[in-house]
């Protein structure tokens, strides 16, 4: 079957460390992004790749990083720099930019404590 | 605020038409989307539009996109309680293709 999968689903994390959230997807997809989720807000940027060994930053790259160095995997890095790592964590991938559709992962919940 | 904005939440008696609304700002634009999400799960594409349509029908979907308010609007007709969840609108705009959300509407259908 043809999809995007995320793992963990639920992640804990002591304060001040670092944690990678894992995206695989076999739909042969070009671009691949991670958004960030919190309460009562949209879906915000975090980075995106439109291909592999490149990426860019979105939105609130700050205290995040992000590898492409295979064409399935894009995995993101929540560094102890990120003040506020709470969130649900989204990762897509679509064709090549123009392409009209995103797909999504089932999302990895991390929480903090 | 947020560059899409939609309205917070809606409630409906099943059976009943639901309307959800969204404004863009990005009149460059070229595809506009409508996202469900169910509790702790991903996002799942409904439908999607073209900047130089107007409407599109999609079984129970109908999608309103007047360009010139720079609104879009989702239709769900016969409205069922499996429709209740988050609804999302997101515009694709820029060199990056970089897909804008809103906030989510979310919709609650009563029975």
């Known amino acids: 079957d043809g999809g995007i999968t995320q793992s963990p689903k639920y992640l804990f994390r002591k304060e001040g460390q670092n944690v990678t959230l894992s995206c695989e997807q076999n739909?042969?997809?070009?671009?691949m992004y991670w958004y960030r989720q919190d309460p009562g807000q949209g879906l915000r940027l975090i980075y995106y790749?439109?291909?592999?060994?490149?990426?860019q930053k979105g939105d609130i790259a700050e205290g995040y990083s992000v590898s492409r160095e295979k064409k399935e995997s894009f995995p993101l890095t929540v560094t102890s720099a990120q003040k506020n790592p709470t969130a649900f964590y989204l990762c897509?991938?679509?064709?090549?930019?123009?392409?009209?559709?995103?797909?999504f992962g089932q999302g990895t919940r991390l929480t903090v404590v | 605020g947020e560059d899409v904005e939609q309205s917070l939440f809606l409630s409906v008696r099943e059976g009943d038409s639901s309307v959800i609304n969204c404004t863009y700002t990005?009149?460059?634009?070229?595809?506009l989307y409508w996202y469900k999400q169910e509790p702790g799960a991903g996002l799942q594409l409904l439908t999607y539009?073209?900047?130089?349509?107007d409407m599109k029908q999609d079984q129970r979907l109908t999608v309103l996109l007047n360009k010139k308010d720079k609104h879009l609007s989702l239709r769900i007709a016969d409205t069922q309680t499996g429709d209740s969840a988050i609804y999302f609108c997101?515009?694709?705009?820029?060199?990056?293709?970089?897909?804008?959300f809103g906030a989510g509407t979310i919709l609650r259908v009563k029975s």
């Open positions: 897509a991938s679509s064709w090549a930019p123009g392409n009209t559709e995103a797909f």
């Open positions: 739909l042969n997809h070009d671009a």
């Open positions: 790749s439109q291909i592999v060994n490149d990426f």
């Open positions: 990005d009149s460059s634009s070229t595809y």
């Open positions: 539009i073209f900047s130089n349509m």
């Open positions: 997101a515009e694709k705009r820029g060199k990056g293709n970089k897909l804008v």
